[in-house]
Nanobody
């Protein structure tokens, strides 16, 4: 079971990016999903999460109102729409899947992608 993130890149402050996460050859339907990020010299932090049905969601206070998580079980993909990006949003963004339980703590998750770099800079 492998998670693959895409959509990272360099964007100016105030810009937008949409990250995607899929599991080629597998389904994400049974899994609760989360997005995490890690900036240089800092611990990995939870950004957003959603339950297996994509109904319930949660966000870190720092991204509320700017980021939106969504889960498309038909396409087997989880998205993180990031708007009004700030330099402090810079980091490697990871997608993670949990077989049971969900939340913003990395310990809840069983499977991790390799990450995609997001850089917010002018």
């Amino acid at each position: 079971f492998q998670l693959v993130e895409s959509g990272g890149g360099l964007v100016q402050p105030g810009g937008s990016l949409r990250l995607s996460c899929a599991a080629p050859g597998s389904t994400l339907k049974p899994y609760d999903m989360g997005w995490f990020r890690q900036a240089p010299g800092k611990e990995r932090e939870g950004v957003s999460c959603t339950d297996s049905g994509g109904i319930n969601t949660d966000y870190a206070d720092s991204v509320k109102g700017r980021f939106t998580i969504s889960k498309d079980n038909a396409k087997g993909t989880v998205y993180l729409q990031m708007n009004s990006l700030k330099p402090e949003d810079t980091g490697v963004y990871y997608c993670a899947a949990a077989a049971g339980g969900w939340g913003l703590s990395p310990e809840e998750y069983d499977y991790w992608g390799q990450g995609t770099q997001v850089t917010v800079s002018s």
